[in-house]
């Protein structure tokens, strides 16, 4: 295969990917967006953490929301949960780095606000601890895996929602996550603002 043909086999992959997961995920990405509007009517705040890409796709998330989309709204209670340096490097410091997210769910979530917990394995131990965290805190779960779940699919409750990539590839799983973030997003200004823009 040559470099161009395996560049188009990148694109290629993702397009089958995200195929799959618009017809798998649909359901699961408009409950959660739902859960988000009811969130945010009740006045509660949406907190959301990941590692590495996870990470980044938390920030991206909680940009989205207290910033814009696409359209014009006041800005939307959303924390990402990994952008505080000192909270993270203390907190790992002085306890252990399983416990960076949860111990800022203990202080930051409050009943009925929701964790969105993004994993690409479904396995990540700071991750799995902030859902244990979230629900002492009486929170709800939007949780973006892959690769079956792992770990986590077994933590979720009938009040959760999982968000489950359709693809064992970390890249795709973390495509498709990123789509079904821009989905949400649309989602909320959309039942929020109304419009078919």
């Known amino acids: 295969m040559d470099l161009i043909a395996r560049v188009q086999h990148h694109f290629l992959e993702s397009i089958k990917v995200k195929q799959t997961a618009a017809d798998e995920l ?13 969130t945010l009517i009740a006045d509660g705040k949406i907190l959301a953490c990941g590692n590495g890409g996870s990470a980044a796709d938390a920030q991206h998330f909680a940009a989205e929301m207290v910033g814009r989309f696409e359209r014009e709204r006041p800005g939307l ?19 252990d780095f399983d416990l960076v997210f949860s111990k800022q769910v203990h202080a930051l979530g409050r009943p009925g606000d929701i964790l969105i917990a993004i994993s690409t394995s479904g396995n990540s131990a700071n991750v799995i601890a902030a859902i244990h965290a979230a629900h002492e805190r009486q929170m709800r779960i939007i949780a973006l895996t892959g690769k079956g779940g792992g770990q986590i699919a077994d933590l979720l409750t009938g009040d959760d929602v999982h968000i489950c990539a359709p693809t064992p590839r970390t890249a795709r799983t973390q495509e498709v996550h990123i789509t079904a973030i821009h989905a949400m997003c649309d989602a909320v200004d959309f039942m929020l603002l109304g419009g078919d823009q």
């Open 26 to 38: 649909a359901p699961a990405i408009a409950a959660a967006a739902e859960l988000m509007v009811q």
């Open 77 to 95: 209670p959303a924390i990402a949960l990994t952008t505080d340096t000192s909270a993270l490097t203390a907190i790992a410091n002085d306890y």
